[in-house]
């Protein structure tokens, strides 16, 4: 029998510093999927979905690309509009995970960093959630120093977010993160340890 990686999907909401323990894995040597920068890259310069976004919302790009806050002020709060705008980024998306996996086939394990697994139904391509949390004023004074973020935009991108106590409950491992980064770094070694020694289950 081929043995493959194990495929740990590790999520949580806005501010509950993911990046960060997705860097933790990376450090550990663990090859890591991130759904958002493979987003970046194919909406950036030359792209390969500019032109698709930009006939579906005229006026969202240009020589950089997409425009993030014009793109982003077109479908905030429009159903139809984030719907569509999902249709033409999941599947382009799911081509760059499937060429990830092709790439590091032998590895122990992965990770997939996607921040909405839950929201997405893609909890069910991965052999083990981590979700990632912390309290939520912790979470809100994080965001809220982000570049051009605002409590109602906050509020607007929570709104589309499972809350973080349903991941939490629908997870397998929970890596709180408003300790310390010593605290993090020993969880996320902790996961690792836990793969490694194949506990799956």
Same mark, same amino acid.
């Given at each position: ?16 510093? @993911? ?5 933790? *894995? ?40 997409? !425009? ?9 709060? !429009? ?13 382009? &998306? ?11 086939? =032998?590895?122990?394990? #992965?990770? *997939?960093?996607?921040? #909405? ?8 391509? &991965? !052999? @083990?959630?981590? &979700? ?20 109602? @935009? *906050? ?11 349903? @991941? ?9 993160? =408003?300790?310390?980064? =010593?605290?993090?770094?020993?969880? &996320? ?13």
């Amino acid at each position: 029998m081929t043995s493959r990686p194990v495929i740990i999907g590790l999520t949580g909401s806005i501010g509950m510093g @993911k990046s960060t323990v997705a860097g933790m *894995f990376a450090e550990q040597g663990v090859p890591v999927f991130d759904a958002d920068a493979a987003v970046h890259r194919l909406q950036g310069p030359g792209g390969a979905l500019v032109a698709a976004i930009e006939a579906r919302f005229p006026g969202t790009t240009g020589a950089e690309g997409v !425009d993030r806050a014009a793109l982003g002020a077109a479908v905030l709060g !429009d159903e139809a509009a984030m719907k569509a705008l999902e249709a033409i980024v999941h599947p382009a &998306v799911g081509a760059e995970r499937a060429a990830f996996l092709a790439r590091h086939a =032998d590895a122990p394990m #992965l990770v *997939f960093d996607v921040p #909405l697994l839950f929201e997405t139904g893609g909890e069910g391509a &991965v !052999d @083990k959630v981590v &979700v990632v949390s912390a309290a939520p004023e912790v979470q809100r004074a994080r965001t809220l120093q982000r570049p051009g973020m605002t409590p109602a @935009k *906050f509020d607007a991108i929570l709104a589309r977010q499972l809350p973080d106590a349903a @991941k939490r409950a629908r997870a397998d491992v929970v890596i709180p993160t =408003d300790g310390s980064l =010593d605290a993090t770094r020993a969880a &996320v070694r902790d996961v690792i340890a836990c793969v490694t020694r194949g506990e799956r289950g």
